[in-house]
């Protein structure tokens, strides 16, 4: 995903769109290995499923790549949030006192 892109949407949204987009690409992998189990299957078409499943694959793989990004930086930006909080909160004692 370009970083202009990431950049208008919310980190967490993004997790959310690419788990939806994992899932459904692990539910259409499931698909096709069932379909690539059936016995009555021409050359052909066992070909076919197997370059569809290979693409699945990797289009999977992609994903959880990418999720892996995403959730280290959306730990960085809390860990940020934490940081900034604590660090106005140590301001207002000191100030208040």
């Given at each position: ?12 949204l ?20 069932d ?13 076919s ?49």
């Amino acid at each position: 995903m370009t970083k202009k892109k990431r950049d208008n949407l919310g980190v967490a949204l993004e997790i959310d769109g690419l788990e939806k987009k994992l899932s459904q690409c692990r539910r259409d992998l499931e698909a096709v290995d069932d379909r690539l189990h059936q016995a009555e299957l021409s050359p052909e078409a066992r070909r076919s499923l197997e370059k569809k499943k290979n693409s699945l694959m990797s289009k999977a793989s992609n994903y959880e790549r990418e999720l892996k990004l995403l959730r280290q930086e959306n730990r960085k930006n809390m860990l940020l949030s934490v940081a900034i909080f604590i660090l106005l909160t140590l301001v207002y004692v000191y100030w208040t006192m």
